[in-house]
Structures are given as C-alpha cells and as structure tokens.
C-alpha cells in the first residue's frame, strides 16, 4: 500500500534587505521566523541591485541611508528596472521629504526605526501577500521618464505618527490627478500639504494658483475664478482671465471652499465633471484641464444635510481626504518647529530657547495650531532682550503657565539638588516618565500620548531608566 502523498510545502517567499548594518538583516529574520521567508541581506545599494538582477525578491527592504549611497537613488533604479517590485523603505531619520520621495517614487510602504515589533510584522504579512497575489501592485511603465525633484516644501515639519502617515499619503496622490480634499482646523498646514502635493506631481513645471474663497466677496469670486467679459458687469472695462485659465495644465488650490457660494458650487462641479466653464458675461465655452486641491475647516458632511453645501460636490471633491490633526496632538512637533521658525526668524542673532521656555512650549494647549506656534516665535525674536528666549518673549500667556513662575519658582533649584551636580536632563526626563507611568497606571500607551510621543521612543526611555510598567 502506497503511503500518501505529502501535501506541496508553501512556496517561500525571498526577502532582499539592503542595509549597511549587518544586524538588520538578522533582525528581519528573527521577525519572520515563523513565516515561510528566506531573509537575505546585502550591506550595499548596488549590490543589492545585482542581487536582484541574478534572482528576482519577494519583498524588499530599502534603508535610506547605506553608507555613501542613497537609497532613494537605489529605489528608482530598483524601480526603473523591475516596475512591478514591492520595496519598503527604513530610516531612523524620518523628514517630511523623505517620506513623501519614497511614496512618490512607488515605495510600498515607509517605516521609522526603531521598529515597533506588532506593526512591523503586519506591515511585512500585508506586503508579502500583496506580493503573492500580485492584484494590488502599481506599476511604473518600464522607461517612464521620471520628473525632477522639487527638494523639499519650507515649513514641513514634523517627525510624530500622524505627520508621517500624512506624508506617506501625500507621496501616493502626488502620483495621480486625483482631486484632494484636506480636512483640519485653522492653521494646521493645509496650504502646506497642497503645495507638498504640487511640489511632488507631474505638473510641478505648471502653473500652481492659490485663491481663498473665504477673503474675496461673492460678488467677485465668480470673477475670480472663471474670469469675465467686457461689460459683464459695472466697472469691466476689459476683458479678465479667471484663476481655472490661467492655472490650465497645472493645479488650483481652493481655500475655504465650504464659504463658496451655493450658484459657484454648480460651476465648480462642471469643472471638476468634464473641465468645461464659461466666463462671467460669456457664451463661449471653454476647457481646462487643471488638478483640484480644496481645503476646508468646517465639517462639510454636516453642511450637505443642511443644505448649505452641494452633495455632489462634496463627493466629486472627497476623492482623496487628508485630515490633519492639531497641533496639540502631536506634541512631539511643538519643538522642532519651534526651532524651525526660530532659525528662519532669527538667523542673524543666533537666538535659543530656554529650558523654561521650551517647558512652556510644551505645556501651551495652542488653539492656533501652527499658525499661533509661529507668530509666538516671531514675537519672541523681536521681544527678546538676549540671546536666550524666555517664556515671557513668546507672549504674555506663555509666561502665566510657565511652571517656574509664581509659588511653583523652586522646581528648578529642586531638580538640580537631585541631580547632585551629576546627569541633569537624565533625573528630569525619568521624573517626567515615572509621573507619567505613575498617571497611567503603567500603561505604556496611556503614558506615551500624556508625553506627546511614541511608544516605540517611549519604550527606548523606560529601558534606559530601568523603570518597570504594566501591560498595555
């Protein structure tokens, strides 16, 4: 009697990492052990690029920096090559750019180290699934001239998961014509991420046209947006071209749009159908083809039903949503931008903040979001008697909440007899962990967003301290 046949082993699927650091390699392996993967690692871009070139990989892990090399150079020759090739890229350096160069160019996805182990491994199944179905790949035709970089957007700031999240997302839509919607508070950087969407798109050569429909009459906007004839009106003594002409073959940007008026939304929405609009006074028609980016404050969904905003548009215009949080979510970007603002402000005098000044930058709830974090910035670099920012040049409600001032004034001469002339910022970041830990009851994620930061950087402090937690 003939024994059964032993069923066919799963196929295994071949990662290729290209890192500089040996380790890295070994460290996927060890994440994917129990998966049906062969993990093999070159320290090298252009090696790796001939290893794919002798057998073709699964899955490839791409650092950003390899040495000397490039790795988003070592991604577009990946990707010129073999189109269909799912490439993640790493970075312990994650900028705005960085992210987005990798998403444009077609990255499958952009992770930070160090790695949070869960998500890590998820983001590795979802690829190596992608690649084995092979149904949800982007490809780059083969010889696709590739446009050049625009380098990076002024002001794009912001290391937190929200942010890179976003500037993944950006990287994607860059890629396409798809009209963009950007959701979130005043003075978050919606205008930011629109020119970050231009900057990185095909038609970055075209025009790019910014208008605010909240700041101009209604009287005027159809004026300004789809232009006018001689004599349309009182006053048009000659004929005007409208911002949807003047921005053909590039990009609009269309501030404020749930202040558009309902009679302009109907033109709007003919635009974004077939491109086609008449100017004011007009019967002529005519044709633009231009990508829209609108961006509101107001929850448009809850003006369709009260019918103060068009459903159709509202979905013509939702293609692609991107919401962007406040800054009070994100209080690990309160710094870095503050530091942002305060070179390009200040550059001549070389100012910094102080200890007590970054503490109130932090401890600030900022209602104005980015907007507010700049204009106190700039008023500290007029207000500023020395070279060291103080709260009270920021403004006067920085300097109210700053804990050093009133009846808490000891901290600071408290925290340095702890220190006993020994790590100073070391006892002050463990005091501020073990108050955290303490407010959360050990949780680690609780604990991570009462101190504005990851937990993947959270984790790294607790270690380092030798602090002890509770399951998450």
Not at 433 to 442: F, V
């Amino acid at each position: 009697m003939n024994p059964k046949p032993k069923p066919a082993a799963s196929p295994r699927q071949r990662v290729l990492v290209i890192d500089d650091e040996k380790d890295v390699a070994y460290s996927f392996q060890r994440v994917l052990a129990e998966e049906p993967v062969e993990v093999v690692g070159v320290t090298g871009g252009q090696e790796g690029l001939r290893q794919l070139r002798k057998k073709t990989a699964d899955l490839v892990l791409l650092d950003v920096r390899i040495g000397e090399e490039n790795g988003l150079e070592i991604l577009r020759e990946i990707r010129r090559e073999h189109p269909r090739q799912l490439v993640i890229v790493m970075t312990a350096h994650g900028t705005a750019q960085t992210a987005i160069e990798a998403m444009k160019h077609g990255a499958f996805d952009y992770l930070l180290k160090p790695f949070d182990v869960p998500e890590l491994l998820a983001v590795l199944r979802r690829a190596l699934q992608t690649a084995a179905s092979m149904e949800e790949l982007t490809a780059v035709a083969p010889g696709k001239k590739t446009m050049a970089d625009p380098g990076p957007v002024p002001g794009l700031i912001g290391t937190s998961g929200s942010m890179q999240r976003i500037y993944k997302l950006v990287g994607q839509v860059a890629r396409s014509d798809a009209t963009v919607l950007l959701i979130g508070e005043s003075g978050t950087g919606k205008e930011l991420i629109a020119r970050a969407i231009y900057a990185n798109s095909p038609r970055a050569a075209r025009p790019y046209v910014a208008i605010n429909c909240a700041a101009i009459p209604d009287t005027l906007l159809e004026s300004e947006l789809f232009g006018h004839e001689r004599g349309a009106f009182t006053g048009a003594l000659t004929q005007r071209i409208g911002k949807f002409e003047r921005a053909d073959g590039g990009t609009i940007f269309l501030d404020e749009i749930g202040d558009m008026p309902l009679a302009l939304q109907a033109k709007l929405l003919r635009i974004l159908q077939n491109g086609e609009f008449q100017r004011l006074g007009g019967d002529q028609t005519l044709r633009t083809k231009v990508r829209v980016i609108a961006a509101t404050n107001k929850d448009l969904a809850a003006m369709v039903k009260e019918k103060a905003f068009r459903e159709d548009l509202f979905y013509r215009l939702n293609v692609v949503m991107i919401q962007l949080p406040p800054l009070r979510e994100r209080a690990e970007d309160i710094l870095p931008l503050a530091e942002y603002f305060l070179q390009r402000e200040g550059r001549e005098r070389r100012l910094k903040f102080s200890a007590s000044a970054k503490k109130a930058l932090l401890a600030h709830g900022w209602p104005g979001n980015v907007r507010e974090l700049e204009n106190a910035v700039q008023r500290a670099v007029v207000c500023a008697t020395s070279d060291t920012i103080q709260p009270g040049d920021l403004s006067a409600e920085l300097a109210a909440t700053n804990p050093a001032s009133g009846a808490g004034g000891d901290w600071w001469d408290s925290l340095k007899a702890s220190a006993q002339g020994g790590d100073l910022l070391g006892v002050a970041e463990k005091m501020l962990l073990e108050k955290a830990l303490q407010e959360s009851a050990g949780n680690v994620k609780k604990a991570a967003e009462i101190l504005g930061i990851s937990r993947t950087a959270l984790r790294t402090r607790i270690l380092r301290h030798g602090l002890k937690t509770a399951t998450e």
